[in-house]
């Protein structure tokens, strides 16, 4: 399965990454070799085999709805790259 | 006995006694590091103020196993008011308001440091780590192994006692077998990962380090169990493992016979050779060698040995190459420069910012398996790639609960060579068949355990991997203990 450098930009464009011209190239190399090393699976006659979703077996591990800890708001916001005093500053989202 | 080459329960017998005080502990340890360090890379941070820090813990033990007692840890564990970067650039100067439930278990542990490793833990070399390799104690010109490279090369090189890792598809295993130290991948579920940064939600073990099994298991006992964060963590019953395993250290004689009769220490074990590993290509003659010496030695000692046969083992790493990008492309979605991590100056809109920071911030490797988790996720290929490999995955842990019916546990090798020099192995395939031995454990989510059996003809260690039954990790630990009691390894790297 060739991947085109077309369907390498159909993933970035998903993946929000912005992918230079040469990274497009040597991608498409490496993830075609990728994808055609795991093909392989093709092989295995599953017949009615469920998908493995837990492998430990645990389900809905639920606990009672209480509001438990909380941050204090200063120490969130130190990680942010941009903010103002409460809050995390974005690009703007919704267009006028 | 020098500091660095004493057990962590023969630390703590030494700080309850007052011998030694933490503050000497750590400047011990410390001093180390700055000694070896520059030249090994195994650290991204050290706390060097730690040593001054600890005169702040009363000298008294509150009674805790760790207090006082230095460890070093994997940099994908949040350490409050430490950097923590996943040895990525997109979390550089990324300083936690929280430490991971492991940290906080550890308590009145003094934290000498974050060890390098592949960047998100994604790699079997740490070269993919965006602040450099890390060196193998061994032999500086050879990788350390990967993930936790960084992990494994310090307590090789006795710059920690011992150290948190995390365990995907061998992050702990093939480290720890590339340099010579004992690697630990617990039952999935045993330990929280509130805290650790997460790559594969279905396979991420938190694992330990060390030179010896006791060390293992004592810091195995301190982890264990629920924390109210995490739900994927295992409610078993804690039955400490390490009492029994450290008295048998202290019982140890000249002679390693540590009061068994000879040709009885495993009377009534039944250990299964899976066929279709020793049939692997690639396999080395030396570590299939090495690894029959061992299993001779578990025969002359009572055990029963027979050939079994894990069918789908082939099939394992592709499985876990299909499945494990997919959840990394899932997990690294957050990392968009906005809340955490280093953002841009200037964005056009949201989406700018985002793609922005990523391509800035994120890695090759890290990219490429982004990429492939998106593609086998995206509509018309998510049944093909995603779920065959679900249902593949669950065929390997069909094979192995068939075979725990007819053995008590496993022994494999860990890895097919040994450490390879850095560069030799560029090719993204050629690193992904590093884990043909250990993934296969972590698509069935059972305990496996990787200790030193031997050296090759270039002094580079080689790894044994037992793997026991899903949830019964004491076992598998007393039984890694008693082989390594009776056959110590005895070698040391030149950096020790």
Redesign the interface.
């Known amino acids: 399965m060739e991947l085109s450098p077309k369907e390498i930009e159909r993933l970035a464009k998903l993946a929000r990454l912005d992918l230079s011209p040469e990274e497009k190239k040597q991608f498409a190399g490496e993830l075609t070799d990728i994808l055609s090393f795991v093909e392989q699976l093709k092989e295995v006659e599953v017949g009615n085999t469920e998908p493995v979703k837990q492998i430990s077996g645990l389900a809905h591990v639920m606990r009672p709805d209480e509001a438990s800890y909380t941050f204090p708001r200063e120490e969130m916001l130190e990680s942010a790259a941009k903010k103002t005093e409460d809050s995390i500053e974005v690009p703007q989202v919704i267009k006028k | 006995m020098e500091l660095h080459e004493l057990l962590l329960s023969d630390l703590r017998k030494k700080l309850d006694e007052g011998e030694v005080t933490a503050k000497e502990l750590a400047d011990h340890f410390l001093s180390r590091i700055k000694d070896k360090d520059n030249e090994l890379h195994s650290h991204l941070h050290v706390n060097e103020g730690v040593a001054t820090d600890v005169s702040n813990l009363s000298d008294e033990t509150g009674g805790s196993a760790f207090h006082g007692i230095p460890i070093g840890v994997k940099d994908v564990f949040c350490t409050k008011g430490m950097p923590t970067t996943a040895a990525s650039n997109i979390l550089k100067g ?5 430490s991971a439930t492991a940290i906080e278990r550890l308590q009145g542990a003094v934290i000498l440091g974050k060890h390098n490793l592949d960047e998100f833990a994604m790699g079997v070399s740490t070269e993919s780590s965006a602040y450099g390799p890390s060196k193998n104690p061994w032999n500086p010109e050879y990788v350390p192994g990967g993930s936790s490279g960084g992990s494994a090369a310090a307590v090789a090189a006795g710059l920690t006692p011992v150290a948190l890792g995390t365990d995907t598809g061998g992050s702990i295993r093939q480290p720890s077998a590339m340099c010579g130290v004992v690697g630990f991948k617990p ?3 045993r330990i929280s990962r509130y805290g650790v940064i997460a790559m594969c939600s ?1 396979f991420d073990t938190v694992g330990i380090i060390g030179r010896s099994v006791a060390d293992i298991a004592y810091t195995f006992d301190e982890l264990v169990g629920p924390d ?1 964060f995490d ?2 963590v ?1 409610d078993a019953p804690k039955n400490p493992v390490s009492p029994e395993i450290i008295e048998l250290h202290n019982a140890q004689k000249e002679d390693n016979r540590i009061g068994q009769p000879a040709g009885e220490a495993h009377n009534g074990l039944r250990i299964g050779i899976p066929k279709e590993y020793f049939e692997t290509e690639g396999l080395s003659d030396e570590v299939r060698a090495s690894v029959e010496v061992a299993i001779k030695a578990m025969e002359a000692e009572g055990a029963t040995i027979k050939e079994v046969s894990l069918p ?1 083992t082939n ?1 394992a790493v ?2 876990y ?2 499945i494990s990008p997919s959840e990394v ?1 899932s997990n690294l ?1 957050r990392y ?8 841009v100056e200037k ?10 920071a ?2 800035v911030g ?1 890695g ?1 490797e890290a ?2 398996r ?3 988790g ?2 086998a996720l ?1 509509a018309g290929y998510f049944d ?2 995603y ?9 390997i ?1 069909e094979d192995f609960d068939r075979v725990f019916t007819e053995v008590d546990v496993l022994v494999t090798p860990t890895a097919p060579t040994t450490a390879w020099k850095f560069g030799e192995k560029a ?3 050629s690193l ?1 068949l590093a884990d043909v031995f250990t993934a296969p454990a972590s ?3 059972v305990p496996a355990i990787s200790v030193p059996c031997g050296v090759d003809g270039n002094g580079l260690p080689i790894g044994l991997q037992l793997i026991g039954k ?1 949830e019964e990790d004491g076992a598998l630990l007393r039984f890694a203990n008693m082989h390594m009691l009776l056959n110590p390894f005895k070698e040391k790297p030149a950096t020790f």
Do not use: C, N, W
């Open positions: 990324y300083v936690p308001p929280y039952t999935y579920g279905s109210g739900t994927t295992i789908h099939y592709p499985a190459y299909i492309s979605a968009d420069g906005i809340r955490y991590g280093v953002g964005a056009e809109s949201i989406d700018d910012a985002f793609r922005k990523r391509e994120l090759a990219k490429r982004i990429m492939i998106t593609y995206s093909a790639f779920i065959k490999a679900a249902k593949v995955r669950a065929m842990k090719d993204p395939v992904y698509l069935a989510g899903q």
